[in-house]
């Protein structure tokens, strides 16, 4: 078996891998307009047929406030006749040890079989809520401020402002080029529905947008929104008051650190579902280590790390928290702290407390002796809309 990244004239077969996989429909030749040859990657027999294909889609995303590599990783596919045969299991390895060589330091997935995607280090690390709201609950909210209605054509700079500020607050936003924002964007509303409305508070400044979707049924989706704060977010409802009259119910999904119950006057019409959004795993675990915002005061501590794909990963790490943190590796040293990739993921992409995780996982462990890592973590909500 032979891993390697794909050729030009390979983008064929492993367009067809991906037909018979995920039932695409084709009626013509596809066309590699983007060169996505160039972040595929496929395991082949020793007679050259493609049996396997991954596309390592690169992004650039938020963690923490930083913006990071990220490598998107979509298009898993083996064809029937050779699956079972571990070829995806050698080359999932082989993707992330490229992404790790181009820079990431996280990736992420939307898994067919959580425990397959678990035993390559991807874990659980983004909770959001869908909600389902009766248009009115929003009647009680003051509507402040105005709205405009974005046209396609019309200059997106007041949007993309307001998507930096929301990616500063919340990990794992994308960031998007001129190419995306107009494919989102710059749609028809008289023919596909979709309508961009923009909020400017009483200061007449841009704070949120919204891009919703009217269906056949009179209902309102969502389909993607940004805010500044909280204030935004009130705003925002405020103006979904006057959408009454034109529907029943409005769906959307919310970070984990917007409480509808709480920013709705009558909440009784509100139904909030908790799912898990995708899987996503840290790349490159020095990089994650010092980027991550440790708490003032927090002495110098040890952190052994067990990664079975990247073996650049797996050492144990002294990290000294400061203006700029350090992080050296110590293979010798004692850890206070010993992790899967897995839990580490969990504490490091703001999923989840320490305590929390000890209490449910037995792939990390804590010496009693480092009591005061019980506070380093920090809990940050995570939002994740593009699809890879």
């Excluded at 996280?106 to 690390?125: I, M, Q, T, V």
């Excluded at 105005?146 to 054509?153: D, N, W």
């Excluded at 028809?188 to 947008?209: C, G, R």
């Excluded at 992409?349 to 929390?356: F, H, I, R």
Aim: glycine share 6%.
């Amino acid at each position: 078996m032979q891993i390697r990244r794909l050729n030009p004239e390979e983008f064929l077969p492993m367009q067809n891998n991906m037909n018979i996989a995920f039932r695409f429909d084709r009626s013509e030749t596809p066309v590699d307009h983007g060169n996505s040859y160039l972040h595929t990657y496929g395991a082949f027999t020793d007679e050259g047929v493609l049996t396997s294909s991954v596309i390592g889609n690169p992004y650039r995303c938020s963690y923490w406030g930083h913006t990071v590599g990220m490598c998107g990783v979509g298009g898993v596919a083996t064809l029937p006749e050779y699956r079972r045969e571990g070829h995806m299991r050698q080359l999932i390895p082989f993707v992330l040890n490229a992404a790790y060589d181009r820079g990431d330091v996280l990736s992420s997935l939307f898994p067919f079989s959580h425990p397959f995607y678990r035993k390559f280090g991807f874990e659980c690390c983004g909770t959001v809520q869908f909600c389902e709201v009766g248009l009115h609950a929003f009647q009680k909210l003051p509507w402040l401020g105005r709205v405009k209605h974005v046209l396609p054509g019309e200059e997106l700079a007041e949007l993309k402002g307001i998507y930096a500020a929301f990616q500063k607050t919340h990990n794992f936003l994308c960031d998007r080029d001129d190419g995306y924002w107009q494919h989102r964007f710059g749609k028809d509303p008289y023919i596909t529905h979709h309508h961009v409305y923009l909020w400017y508070d009483e200061q007449d400044q841009p704070q949120a947008y919204c891009l919703l979707n009217h269906d056949d049924e009179k209902n309102y989706t969502v389909l993607d929104w940004a805010y500044t704060g909280p204030a935004a977010l009130r705003g925002l409802f405020g103006f979904f008051r006057v959408l009454e009259p034109s529907g029943e119910k409005i769906r959307f999904k919310l970070p984990m650190d917007a409480d509808p119950f709480s920013l709705l006057p009558e909440p009784y019409d509100v139904e909030v579902k908790l799912k898990n959004i995708g899987m996503l795993r840290v790349v490159n675990v020095a990089e994650a280590l010092r980027l991550y915002p440790w708490q003032a005061g927090l002495e110098s501590f040890t952190l052994r790390v067990r990664d079975e794909d990247i073996a650049r990963n797996c050492h144990t790490y002294r990290v000294t928290p400061g203006t700029e943190n350090i992080v050296t590796v110590c293979d010798d040293a004692a850890p206070d702290l010993d992790c899967s990739i897995q839990s580490l993921s969990r504490l490091l992409l703001g999923a989840e407390e320490l305590p929390k995780l000890l209490a449910n996982r037995t792939d990390i462990t804590l010496q009693s002796s480092a009591s005061a890592l019980l506070r380093a973590f920090t809990v940050n909500p995570m939002f994740l809309v593009e699809n890879f």
